[in-house]
């Protein structure tokens, strides 16, 4: 079994719809281990309902937050503290994909950030990419903070439009592997999700 941890520059960046197309493209099992809020329609709900092959499992999150915070106010406002040692790797056979909340550096107790997590699980990176000002910045910020802990960054997934100059500047400093683009779908539906494999490469 093979693990690969998705995660982003920042919030609203479309993790959610990309672990969509990976998962029905490649038909790799689902897990996000922390969910912070929205609980009747979560993330693995959403990604439930837009992937359409019969191998793909969805497994059960290790933390269910009442909340739509950062990970460390939902908890404490649940009146928990979120412990690395209880999120585990899911058992199977087959190839998995974990998504995770917002970027790098979201906490999730007063010690520990999303890197922390992505470190003990021990899987390489996917970083989802959305054009905006300061996408560069954040870009960028987000590979030296995996650089300077040794996690390997498998690759990047542009989501959304194009940006020729954003996209220059991140590979030129980066040298980052591309592995595909997600183009903008005005609706989600396993159809789309399903043609927008067609501009994703191989992630393992």
Known sequence: MKAVFITGIGTEVGKTVTSAVLV???KIDYWKPIQSGDLDNSDTDKVKRLV?????KFHSEAYRLSQPFSPHKSAALDGIEISLS???IPPTKNDL????????MVPLNDQHYIIDLIQRLETEVILVIRHYLGSINHTLLSIDALKSRDISLR???????SDEYSEK????YSGARVLGRIPDMEVLTPETITAA????????
């Not at 359409?52 to 793909?56: A, F, G, I, V, Y």
């Not at 994909?97 to 790098?104: D, S, V």
């Not at 690759?155 to 439009?161: E, L, P, R, S, V």
């Open 24 to 26: 029905e493209k490649f």
């Open 52 to 56: 359409s092959n019969n191998e793909s």
């Open 86 to 88: 209880q999120i585990t």
């Open 97 to 104: 994909l974990i998504e995770g909340a917002g970027g790098l």
């Open 155 to 161: 690759g990047i997934i542009f989501n959304g439009a």
């Open 169 to 172: 500047a991140i590979l030129n």
């Open 197 to 204: 494999g067609r501009g994703i490469s191989a992630i393992f």
